[in-house]
C-alpha cells in the first residue's frame, strides 16, 4: 500500500511531462511531416492529427481544472497567468466565424458543405493548450528547431521523388497512388518538367528562411550545417515548381538580408563567396537535370527558365483556374461586401470545354475567406494574425536586432509572412497546416513579449 502511494506522484509527474514535453514536439513534427494528417488511421475517419489534437486540448482543460478548483486562483491570478490579447482576438474572429456558419444555413447550403468550408479553421483552438505548452523563450526555440529539422526531412522527401519521377515518368502511377492514398501531395508534369508538391512544402519556404537567418547571424561553428540544410531546401522549394513558394522564398530572404546589413554594416559579402558557390551549385544542377530530363530542343533545357515560362504562361491550367476563381469570387463577395456569403456557398467552375466542378473550396484562400466572411471577418482574422507582430517589431525597432531569441523571432515572423504570401495562391490558412504554424508564432511570440515584461518588471523592482 505505501509502495503504490510512493508511485503515484511518480506516475502523475510521469504524465505531465509527456504532455508538457513531449506532445508538442509530437504535434509540431506530425504538422510537417503528416502532409494532411492522414499517414496514420485508426479506421476510416480518425486520423493520428484528430488524436493529437483532442489530446492536447484535453490537457489543457485539466490544467485549467486544476488551476480553478485545486489550485483556487483567483480571477485576477488566473487571467494574469492564463489569459492574454490574443484570445481577445481569437474570441471576436469565432463570433464572427459562427456568425458566417449561421449565415450559411440561412443561406439554404447543405450541412456537408458548411462542415467542409468552416472545419479546418476550428484547427486553431489548439493555441490553448499552445499558450501552456511554450512556458519559456528556450521551449519556443526548441519547438521552431524540430519544425526545421522536419522540414529538411521533407526537403530529402521531395527531391528523392523529384530525381526518380524525373529520370522515369512511367513511375507517376507508383507515386501518385501512394500520395494519394495517404493525401500527402501531388507529383505532374508542367510542359515537360517534373513538380513535386508535398502538402506541407510551405514549411521548406519558413525552413529555408530560418537557415539563411541562421547562417548569417548565428554562430560560426554551425554554418557548415546551415549552407548544407540551404541548399537542401533550395533544392526542394525549386522542385516544388509553385510560384507561391518561389516568390514568398524571395521576399523571405530579401528581408534576412536587409535586416542583416542593417544590424552588421560591417558584412562584407566576399566572406561567404565559397558557399555562394555551393548555392549557385544548385541552380546549375537543376538546368543540368533539365537537359538529362528532356528530349527537346537545346533551347528548351533549362529546367528553372522552363519552369517560370510554364507558371507565367497565360496558357498554364492553373494560372487558368485561378484567375477564374479570383474573378468569380470577388463579384460574388461584392454581392454582399461586409459579411460574405457564409460557409457553404459553393460555386461551378468550368474545368475543359465538357466538364463543370461545382467547388466549395478554393485555391485562393484569401479571396474566399472575403467570400465566406466578408471585410468584418476578413479583418478581424488579419488582426488576429499581425497584431502580435506589429507589437514586436514595435518593440523590436527600440533596440538592436543583435541577440539570438531577436533573430529567432525575426525568422518567426517571416514565416508568418511567408504562409501569408503563399496562401495567396494557396489554401493553407484555413487548414492545419497554415494554422498550425499560426499558433506557433502566436505562442512564440506571446511567451517572448511575456519575458521582455518581466525582465522589465524585475529591473523596475530593483
Known amino acids: 500500500m505505501k509502495e503504490h502511494l510512493k508511485s503515484k506522484p511518480e506516475n502523475i509527474s510521469w504524465i505531465s511531462h509527456f504532455f508538457q514535453d513531449i506532445l508538442p514536439y509530437i504535434i509540431v513534427v506530425e504538422l510537417v511531416l503528416g502532409g494532411s494528417g492522414r499517414t496514420i488511421m485508426f479506421g476510416e475517419f480518425l ?3 484528430y488524436v493529437l489534437f483532442f489530446m492536447a486540448m484535453m490537457y489543457f482543460v485539466v490544467v485549467i481544472a486544476r488551476d480553478i478548483f485545486v489550485s483556487k486562483l483567483s480571477l485576477r491570478e488566473f487571467i494574469k497567468t492564463r489569459m492574454s490579447k490574443t484570445y481577445i482576438n481569437l474570441i471576436i474572429f469565432f463570433v464572427i466565424f459562427m456568425f458566417s456558419i449561421f449565415n450559411g444555413f440561412k443561406n439554404g447550403y447543405t450541412l456537408q458543405d458548411i462542415f467542409i468550408a468552416s472545419k479546418g479553421f476550428l484547427f486553431i483552438l489548439i493555441i490553448f493548450p499552445f499558450f501552456i505548452f511554450v512556458d519559456s523563450m528556450e521551449k519556443a526555440k526548441k519547438l521552431f528547431e524540430a519544425m526545421i529539422y522536419a522540414s529538411v526531412i521533407l526537403a530529402v522527401l521531395t527531391i528523392l521523388i523529384f530525381i526518380f519521377y524525373g529520370l522515369n515518368p512511367d513511375l507517376y502511377i507508383f507515386f501518385r497512388t501512394i500520395l494519394d492514398k495517404l493525401d500527402y501531395g501531388y507529383i505532374a508534369m508542367r510542359g515537360g518538367q517534373p513538380a513535386v508538391f508535398m502538402k506541407a512544402s510551405p514549411f521548406l519556404a519558413i525552413a529555408l528562411n530560418y537557415e539563411i537567418n541562421m547562417y548569417i ?3 560560426k561553428k554551425n554554418r557548415h550545417v546551415n549552407i548544407a540544410f ?3 531546401l533550395l533544392a526542394a522549394v525549386i522542385c516544388t515548381m509553385s510560384m507561391g513558394l518561389w516568390i514568398s522564398s524571395i521576399v523571405g530572404v530579401g528581408f534576412v538580408v536587409i535586416v542583416s546589413f542593417f544590424n552588421r554594416k560591417n558584412i562584407k559579402l566576399p566572406h561567404y563567396k565559397g558557399d555562394l558557390l555551393k548555392i549557385a551549385l544548385v541552380f546549375v544542377l537543376f538546368n543540368l537535370f533539365g537537359r538529362i530530363n528532356t528530349s527537346e530542343a537545346i533551347t528548351n533545357t533549362n529546367y528553372i527558365q522552363n519552369s517560370l515560362n510554364n507558371r507565367l504562361s497565360s496558357d498554364d491550367t492553373s494560372f487558368i483556374v485561378k484567375k477564374d476563381q479570383l474573378i468569380k469570387l470577388t463579384t460574388l463577395w461584392l454581392e454582399n461586401p461586409f459579411f460574405g456569403k457564409g460557409f457553404g456557398a459553393s460555386i461551378m467552375f468550368k474545368v475543359d470545354k465538357i466538364r ?3 467547388m466549395v473550396l478554393f485555391e485562393l484562400f484569401w479571396n474566399q475567406l472575403l467570400f465566406n466572411v466578408g471585410v468584418v471577418g476578413f479583418l478581424a ?5 499581425f497584431e502580435p507582430m ?5 518593440k523590436a525597432f527600440k533596440k538592436s536586432f543583435a541577440g539570438r531569441d531577436m533573430m529567432h523571432m525575426i525568422s ?5 509572412i511567408i504562409i501569408c504570401i503563399i496562401s495567396s495562391v494557396n489554401p493553407f490558412m484555413n487548414n492545419p497546416i497554415g494554422i498550425g504554424y499560426l499558433v506557433i508564432f502566436l505562442s512564440s511570440v506571446n511567451i517572448y513579449l511575456k519575458t521582455q515584461a518581466e525582465s522589465k518588471d524585475e529591473v523596475f523592482a530593483q
Open 47 to 49: 486520423t493520428i492529427r
Open 217 to 219: 547571424n548565428g554562430p
Open 230 to 232: 540551404i541548399c537542401l
Open 356 to 358: 463543370n466542378d461545382r
Open 381 to 385: 482574422y488579419l488582426w488576429l494574425i
Open 390 to 394: 506589429l507589437i514586436f517589431f514595435k
Open 412 to 416: 518567426l515572423n517571416m514565416g508568418m
